[in-house]
Nanobody, 125 residues
Framework: QVQLVESGGGLVQAGGSLRLSCAAS????????MAWFRQAPGKEREFVAA????????SYADSVKGRFTISRDNAKNTVYLQMNSLKPEDTAVYYC??????????????????WGQGTQVTVSS
């Protein structure tokens, strides 16, 4: 089992920045690729960004490319999402998720076995 706890959400004005953190506990952190997803009110949960177990490769949704950066600190068992140039359409609950490292990284929600409880990000216009 892997336990994931997100933090860092909040209210920010458009154009501002936030950094989300996701702390992992339980099994070895480097046994998992990590990802961020988000779910806006009335919408399905969608992929935001992913990072391989080593941190050597990342991927992003087109909607956040160039504005968001995913990173991880394996010594701290933590994955981050730096969000810059935030837009009102980024408003959502953000979730981190873990996928076993022997599987290929995926943008599909169904591919992730462990999820955090989510943290709310609200961007005002």
């Amino acid at each position: 089992q892997v336990q994931l706890v997100e933090s860092g959400g909040g209210l920010v004005q458009a154009g501002g920045s936030l950094r989300l953190s996701c702390a992992a506990s339980g099994r070895t952190f480097t046994s998992y690729h990590m990802a961020w997803f988000r779910q806006a009110p009335g919408k399905e949960r969608e992929f935001v960004a992913a990072i391989t177990w080593s941190g050597g490769s990342t991927s992003y949704a087109d909607s956040v490319k160039g504005r968001f950066t995913i990173s991880r600190d394996n010594a701290k068992n933590t994955v981050y999402l730096q969000m810059n140039s935030l837009k009102p359409e980024d408003t959502a609950v953000y979730y981190c998720a873990a996928r076993y490292y022997k599987l290929v990284v995926t943008t599909r929600e169904i591919g992730y076995d462990y999820w955090g409880q989510g943290t709310q990000v609200t961007v005002s216009s």
